[in-house]
């Protein structure tokens, strides 16, 4: 039988065990038929709904920790693209036909990503085995060998649970670590004297999602200029980290010398072919000349900078995009552009984080992006940052890291 006669689907719901499927953002997208069975639950109470809305935490038990549990367990999966086995949950659920009484029941959860082609989460699967009867045969006559799986079973979730949570600090501290790093690395004000100018970082959620954003500014020094860009490592953590301070260093250091923008980086490719982990980092760097009113660009393979002309016209900078900092063992020299821009216009530089969705194009979150940078154009650059951040970023936060860098011209 081929793969293209099989029916997935239909496998899927045949599946000997609780299954469901869900989005990023914990909303479930599908449920196979033991799921629903033993949650009680019908479909359409399920699928399109978020997973907390549909199983939320006992609020007769003050103890309860099954959500928060389930939940940082879920992010850990989307923060490290790796598999995660719980220990053994209680996480009770309200009757589906006696609203406000809640039963007592326990589960043994996985959590799995399903990846993308281009290595991000762009699912979540949910398998659950219910252990209910098996802890409440404690007690039944002649439940010994019950007990004596319970009492096993509760071991091995101790040993489970203490783990994970030695491996929870560990993972915080390293997320720690790895914050003070970046933040000591990331330029500050001094660098910049008297621009108009205004600067985000935001940290991924979940605790292993400290990432290798970065960004720079720095007066050049021939002529009223500014250089400003901004990079991406690929990676998470330290290591993330302190590739990050190398690149943005190597630019910082290139820009100060370099005819332009694109020799400028045609310099940090080559240093990048020699650091460990710099494998498909991006960046993009503009020199910006307030005498002559001009942008030269260049970037390599990052999103475009965005300019917003005083009268609202947004130009995306994307006439001298090339490869990736390391993409070639053997760098060509790099292209470059210019543009011009009138008095009172906005120059935006950004990462991925701030624009990309899973299963979105990316050209929408462009064209989101441009809207809110278009209307917000007007007030002070601190006010626009903060707008564009509130617009864009979802409630609780983006799985990826953001930084963002608004120049008015």
Request: negative net charge; proline residues 6%; contains cysteine.
């Amino acid at each position: 039988m081929s793969d293209t006669s099989i029916d997935y689907r239909a496998v899927f719901q045949a599946l000997p065990g609780m299954v469901a499927v869900l989005t990023p953002d914990l909303v479930f997208t599908d449920a196979n038929e033991d799921f629903l069975r033993t949650t009680g639950r019908r479909r359409e109470q399920v699928v399109g709904h978020h997973l907390f809305d549909v199983f939320p935490d006992n609020p007769n038990d003050p103890s309860a920790t099954g959500r928060r549990n389930l939940q940082a367990s879920l992010y850990r999966v989307l923060a490290t693209g790796e598999r995660d086995t719980m220990a053994l949950q209680r996480y009770d659920l309200e009757h589906p036909e006696s609203p406000g009484h809640w039963e007592e029941r326990y589960w043994s959860p996985v959590n799995a990503p399903v990846r993308g082609p281009d290595g991000k989460v762009l699912l979540l699967v949910h398998r659950v085995e219910e252990v209910t009867e098996l802890i409440r045969a404690r007690g039944r006559p002649g439940a010994g060998r019950p007990r004596l799986l319970e009492a096993e079973l509760y071991t091995r979730a101790r040993e489970l649970q203490d783990l994970n949570e030695r491996l929870r600090r560990a993972h915080a501290r390293e997320r720690e670590v790895a914050l003070a790093l970046q933040e000591a690395m990331l330029p500050t004000r001094r660098q910049v004297r008297h621009r108009r100018t205004a600067v985000r970082y935001r940290p991924a959620v979940g605790a292993l999602n400290v990432c290798g954003d970065w960004y720079d500014l720095v007066d050049l020094v021939d002529g009223n200029r500014l250089g400003v860009s901004v990079g991406d490592v690929v990676g998470h953590g330290l290591e993330a980290s302190c590739v990050m301070g190398q690149l943005r260093s190597a630019l910082s250091a290139a820009s100060r010398v370099a005819a332009g923008p694109a020799q400028a980086l045609d310099v940090v490719g080559r240093y990048a072919h020699v650091v460990d982990g710099a494998e498909s980092a991006t960046a993009v760097t503009t020199f910006i000349d307030f005498d002559d009113r001009t942008i030269a660009y260049s970037s390599a393979g990052h999103p475009p900078p965005l300019l917003v002309q005083a009268d609202g016209r947004v130009e995306f900078l994307d006439q001298a995009t090339d490869t990736p900092l390391d993409a070639h063992p053997n760098p060509m020299p790099r292209i470059e552009a210019t543009t011009g821009y009138g008095e009172g216009a906005t120059l935006a530089l950004y990462t991925d984080g701030l624009i990309e969705r899973r299963r979105e194009d990316i050209d929408v979150g462009l064209d989101r992006l441009a809207d809110s940078l278009r209307r917000h154009r007007s007030t002070d650059p601190e006010v626009l940052a903060d707008a564009v951040l509130a617009e864009l970023l979802p409630p609780g936060g983006a799985t990826d890291d953001t930084a963002l860098v608004i120049v008015r011209l």
